[in-house]
């Protein structure tokens, strides 16, 4: 899409909107937004563009002490608690088969990651590939393409 997807409107809400109102139901957890430095949620990546596998690694490369992290695409306006609660209930982390955002992991100081891919990330973190349970695999849709938009604000 041409458009900043973070500002594209999804049934009257920014998809960021979206990510945010999520995020927020798990209470007073920290919420970053990486590459959004004017946000007041917003940290400035590392180097401009790097995609999504080396932002989010060269922030977990600032982790001081042993966490827990769920990360969410912008992209997935789609996707509720009861997605994201799956991914958290497995103790090390996990990511939907086929789809490596979003994910849960338990991340530790100090984690060499070795690659720019998503897949290498999710490797380095050592999470578990989960299967999608029936139903779901449309909230997992990713807005990639106009027409994919016109369909999910149709529904």
Known sequence: MAA?????EVHGRSMLDHALHLASEYGPAETI?????EHPL???DKEPFP???RAISAYLQTIVQK???LVLPVDMPLLRKTHTDALLNCPTGAYFEDQYLPFA???EPGLEFTGARMKELLSDLRINE?????GWRAHLTNVNTPSTLKAL???
């Open 4 to 8: 900043d997807k973070a500002l594209v």
């Open 67 to 69: 966490c827990h992290i």
């Open 42 to 44: 917003g940290i400035k």
């Open 130 to 134: 989960i299967a999608v349970p029936e």
């Open 51 to 53: 995609g999504p596998a």
């Open 153 to 155: 604000n149709a529904i």
């Open 33 to 37: 937004i990486l590459g959004r430095p």
């Open 105 to 107: 992991a338990a991340v």
